[in-house]
């Protein structure tokens, strides 16, 4: 498994974390096996925006003896008085929710305490009136709550509330349907979500991917928004390639679900390239790098997508990109225009005429 750090927080997050949708349906025994299975094979991040209140007994039984050892989101608004998930910005039912997953979870702290479900401001705007925030604020004042998150498929919402600067991770969809406005949770232009992610690596705030694969849709090519299935694996690394991505979240069935999503860690460069992807970009997103790297190899050496991505958040205002790029071995001005990586290019960047532009910012 590899790791990244939430620069917020200091917590090390593995690439591949869990969702817990469906997990329960497996039954109780499966499911603890499942989840027993993922900490062995090194994953330690789980979201608790469960499908049934069901799962949260689960979790104790696998987890209580070595709660230190992993990451829990729990989300401030998810509703569980039914059995099944639901929504409330009702204040008791958001602490009788969060006192019985503490109770279930047997554990007595939060690592993450999420604002929950934020896709429009009226949305917020309850969530403050009716006291659920200063409830998650208390409870983190008195070490209940370790960090704060939040959860929005909306970017215009996601931006707002980050103004705030309590947030230190975002749960946001992430997939290449919702990047190009196709599918039910995509909100925002390209370059709408494109602000999210600059933002989010600006700030030092993580982010994990819910909705990889679209509810499943990205995977089947007749429900697949462009009539071709992609793997989860190229829909798993076209997540984490965003900028402030720490971890995915995919669901999974059973164990041997579970074995297979962290066998992402060992799989080929062919078997996650994206690039396909290239070929379903509407107009606004052609020409716009997305640091998948399907131009390497450079014959001078240059990371031409990590380039890139630091040359876009510097121009936004990071200090640690340009300290970042500063740093590298092998800048932008050491392109030779060969136009390799033109040729290659999925989404037909100008790479060489970037590299020059690039440089010339830096100044190497």
């Not at 209580?64 to 059995?83: E, L, P, T």
């Not at 604002?115 to 006291?131: A, F, M, P, S």
């Not at 998948?292 to 997508?305: L, Q, Y």
Request: proline share 4%.
């Amino acid at each position: 498994m590899r790791y990244r750090v939430n620069r917020r927080t200091g917590d090390r997050v593995s690439e591949i974390g869990l969702g817990t949708a469906y997990l329960y349906e497996a039954g109780a025994d499966e499911a603890v096996r499942a989840l027993t299975r993922a900490r062995e094979l090194g994953i330690n991040y789980f979201d608790l925006a469960a499908g049934d209140g069901a799962m949260f007994p689960m979790f104790g039984e696998a987890f209580a003896g070595v709660r230190d050892g992993v990451i829990y989101q729990i989300h401030f608004g998810a509703d569980y008085s039914k059995g099944t998930y639901g929504w409330s910005l009702d204040l008791d039912t958001v602490k009788r929710s969060v006192d019985r997953q503490l109770r279930d979870l047997k554990t007595d702290y939060i690592n993450y305490g999420f604002i929950h479900c934020q896709d429009e401001l009226k949305d917020w705007e309850t969530y403050r009136k009716n006291g659920v925030f200063d409830y998650l604020m208390s409870l983190k004042d008195e070490g209940v709550v370790r960090h704060v998150g939040l959860s929005s498929h909306t970017p215009s919402v996601i931006l707002e509330i980050l103004k705030t600067d309590v947030v230190d991770m975002l749960m946001f969809s992430i997939n290449p349907a919702y990047e190009y406005n196709r599918g039910e949770y995509a909100f925002g232009a390209v370059d709408e979500r494109a602000a999210v992610y600059a933002e989010c690596e600006k700030r030092g705030v993580g982010i994990s991917v819910m909705k990889p694969f679209s509810g499943g849709q990205l995977l089947d090519e007749k429900t697949s928004p462009f009539g071709v299935a992609l793997t989860p694996y190229q829909c798993i690394r076209y997540a984490l390639d965003r900028p402030g991505v720490l971890t995915v979240l995919p669901g999974a069935a059973n164990t041997e679900e579970v074995e297979r999503l962290a066998a992402y860690c060992d799989a080929t460069d062919e078997e996650t390239d994206y690039s396909v992807v290239g070929t379903f970009a509407p107009p606004e997103a052609e020409g716009k790098c997305v640091y998948c790297n399907h131009c390497a190899p450079c014959p001078m050496g240059i990371d031409i997508g990590l380039v890139n991505k630091y040359f876009d958040l510097a121009k936004i205002g990071d200090s640690l990109a340009a300290d970042h790029y500063a740093k590298l071995d092998v800048t932008a001005s050491s392109c030779v225009s060969c136009g390799h990586c033109d040729s290659r290019c999925p989404f037909s960047v100008a790479q060489s005429e970037r590299m020059t532009e690039i440089a010339e910012y830096f100044g190497k």
